[in-house]
T-cell receptor, first 111, second 115 residues
Framework: GEDVEQSLFLSVREGDSSVINCTYTDSSSTYLYWYKQEPGAGLQLLTYIFSNMDMKQDQRLTVLLNKKDKHLSLRIADTQTGDSAIYFCAESMKNNNDMRFGAGTRLTVKP | DSGVTQTPKHLITATGQRVTLRCSPRSGDLSVYWYQQSLDQGLQFLIQYYNGEERAKGNILERFSAQQFPDLHSELNLSSLELGDSALYFC??????????????FGPGTRLTVL
């Protein structure tokens, strides 16, 4: 089974906020990531957070990390149809080898 | 465009056969990672090479092998193929992949179908 867990589907309306959640199991993970995969394409890094941070904001994206609960979330403000994709949560150790990915959350944005 | 190229884009072959997937990292990147994405196993890290040498191993089967050449391109060899090997195979590259954070840039993937 996977060490990183995500819900598989999320559907929102255009303009709403999306929140994608992830739980991980390795408390020694140093980096936590959010990747986006559009149909027929590879993974694109959206953002990452060091394990000593609680929050990171980058334009419409906000990442929250609760290290005690091993919970990571990605909030997308003002979600657009172009945000429709699969979003992967991932964790890795200090040297970012052996990244472990969740199964991905398919975000569908309805007009 | 991440700057990482993979060939071929699609590959259809039969069980028992052997295939080679190729990856060219971004210019200047020394480290290459291989991943397998399948419906039942999700995205799995297979193996990493750094400057020609194997650096880390993940869930790579013994039937699979990889190498990184002096020009830093990498090949993933899959042999004695089984139906369950059908998947998307991604390559990613980073500047060095050693003890510092380096963003992994992913290629577009090779879709392997084993019939």
């Amino acid at each position: 089974g996977e060490d990183v867990e995500q819900s598989l589907f999320l559907s929102v309306r255009e303009g709403d906020s999306s929140v994608i959640n992830c739980t991980y199991t390795d408390s020694s993970s140093t980096y936590l990531y959010w990747y986006k995969q559009e149909p027929g394409a590879g993974l694109q890094l959206l953002t990452y957070i060091f394990s000593n941070m609680d929050m990171k904001q980058d334009q419409r994206l906000t990442v929250l990390l609760n290290k005690k609960d091993k919970h990571l979330s990605l909030r997308i403000a003002d979600t657009q149809t172009g945000d429709s994709a699969i979003y992967f949560c991932a964790e890795s150790m200090k040297n970012n080898n052996d990244m472990r990915f969740g199964a991905g959350t398919r975000l569908t944005v309805k007009p | 465009d991440s700057g990482v190229t993979q060939t071929p884009k699609h590959l259809i072959t039969a069980t028992g056969q052997r295939v080679t997937l190729r990856c060219s990292p971004r210019s200047g990147d020394l480290s290459v990672y291989w991943y397998q994405q399948s419906l039942d196993q999700g995205l799995q890290f297979l193996i990493q090479y750094y400057n020609g040498e194997e650096r880390a191993k993940g869930n790579i089967l013994e039937r699979f092998s990889a190498q990184q050449f002096p020009d830093l391109h990498s090949e993933l060899n899959l042999s004695s193929l089984e139906l369950g090997d059908s998947a998307l195979y991604f390559c990613a590259s980073t500047r060095d992949g050693r003890d510092s954070y380096n963003e992994q840039f992913f290629g577009p993937g090779t879709r392997l179908t084993v019939l």
